[in-house]
């Protein structure tokens, strides 16, 4: 398969562990997002790479939350401490940006947290 | 901030039935429109509108975008049972923000055999 892959598709933690997840983007693609989907909501950005470099973080990214790229290839999400409130399904989206891109992001299905 | 309204929330027709689903939207150095259609898993790509009065066309789907009136709207004629969905509408801002989608949210569509 060869589009945008994310791990774990489930997660079920208590409240104040931390939890990892793990987007593959589309090979070729440059471009990264993260974003968080509550149900009835569309999804809100929360942050986005560039090759391995976070360009741009939403204010909804507090400092519990850390993403990084390390090798422009696949992501990580930490989630730490969670709270309730961070129960959502969380996207992972790729694009390829030739410098005036066509700004059509990739999709993964999602990995879903239920904090109790 | 920007800000991408849909109407109507949700929507119940027949099979058969042709609706207009639509968006309106607020965003700083706006580049694209974009709709996708989701059913319970990931977001998947219909339609990206950066030119005004340009229709696009995908079998029953079809979608137009207002530059002027910061508006765009998705008809699907001859709904299907498979149209039942949720169609989410984003705008994507140019510059360094660049495939920053601002996602509304979202259109619940049913359709009834």
Not at chain 2, 29 to 46: I, M, V
Not at chain 2, 88 to 107: E, H, I, R
Request: hydrophobic content about 30%; aromatic content about 10%.
């Amino acid at each position: 398969d060869t589009g945008v892959s994310q791990n774990p598709r489930h997660k079920i933690t208590k409240r104040g562990q931390n939890v990892t997840f793990r987007c593959d983007p589309i090979s070729e693609h440059n471009r990264l997002y993260w974003y968080r989907q509550t149900l009835g909501q569309g999804p809100e950005f929360l942050t986005y790479f560039q090759n391995e470099a976070q360009l741009e973080k939403s204010r909804l990214l507090s400092d519990r939350f850390s993403a990084e790229r390390p090798k422009g290839s696949f992501s990580t999400l930490e989630i730490q401490r969670t709270e309730q409130g961070d129960s959502a399904m969380y996207l992972c989206a790729s694009s390829l940006d030739r410098g005036g891109g066509t700004g059509e992001l990739f999709f993964g299905e999602g990995s879903r947290l239920t904090v109790l | 901030e920007d800000k991408v309204v849909q109407s109507p929330l949700s929507l119940v027709v027949h099979e058969g039935d042709t609706v207009t689903l639509n968006c309106s939207y607020e965003v700083t150095n706006f580049r694209s429109l974009l709709w996708y259609k989701q059913e319970k898993k990931a977001p998947t790509f219909l339609f990206m509108l950066t030119s005004s009065g340009i229709e696009k066309k995908s079998g029953r789907l079809s979608s137009i975008l207002d530059k002027k009136e910061l508006f765009s709207i998705l008809n699907i004629t001859a709904t299907q049972t498979g149209d039942s969905a949720v169609y989410l509408c984003a705008a994507n801002a140019g510059g360094t923000s660049y495939g920053k989608l601002t996602f509304g949210q979202g259109t619940i569509l049913t359709v009834h055999p």
